[in-house]
């Protein structure tokens, strides 16, 4: 199984992916954790990944892509992978499309989970609450959301295009039903 999660900080990705990690035995993959692994590997990727964040700058695509497409190639990822958060706008998920094509292993599904905005400051709010992130304000999070919205959401019609997009109701109740929802969204996959 070869699959994208995405959807809006505080839909539940990180909480799905690893469910669905598990229930595929596919490795879930964030792109966060590919950038701290390469910095503290030392690798060149790594190297220029580390001078971008501690400048506070936006990772380049070519960064990005070239840590996701190294990890792609790792002995774990040949049954399948689950992207967490990558691709984040057409040109990664342009980049991901060519060289999956490359490699003749096109993507399964995209799954987006769906949720209200007003659900997503909720939830966001409460876990900055419970985590104690002050710098998580409701002024942040929906500048956070906003960010989304102009660089992500445009991931929606490209992948529906393709007849890949699989929408869920992220709001649906707690996370084992939207695993749940998850599992019947992909039964035709």
Do not use: W
């Not at 936006?58 to 990890?71: A, W």
């Not at 774990?76 to 984040?88: A, N, W």
């Not at 490699?103 to 609450?129: H, I, N, S, W, Y």
């Amino acid at each position: 199984m070869r699959l994208v999660l995405f959807g809006p900080p505080g839909a539940g990705k990180g909480t799905q992916a690893t469910r669905l990690s598990e229930k595929f035995s596919v490795p879930a993959l964030s792109t966060g954790d590919m950038f701290r692994a390469a910095v503290k590997e030392g690798t060149e990727l790594g190297r220029q990944a580390k001078q971008v964040m501690d400048t506070g700058g936006l990772m380049p695509d070519s960064i990005t892509f070239g840590l996701v497409q190294e990890r792609l190639t790792r002995a774990d990822c040949g049954d399948g992978f689950l992207l967490d958060g990558f691709p984040r706008n057409t040109v990664q998920a342009e980049l991901l499309e060519a060289h999956l094509a490359a490699q003749d292993t096109p993507l399964d599904a995209v799954l987006f989970l769906e949720v209200p905005e007003a659900e997503l400051l909720r939830r966001l709010k409460g876990r900055a609450e419970q985590e104690g992130r002050s710098d998580d304000t409701e002024e942040t999070i929906r500048a956070r959301l906003q960010t989304y919205e102009q660089e992500t959401a445009s991931l929606r019609p490209f992948y529906d295009q393709r007849g890949l997009l699989v929408p869920v109701d992220g709001a649906g109740g707690d996370a084992d039903s939207v695993f749940t929802a998850c599992l019947a969204a992909l039964q035709p996959v």
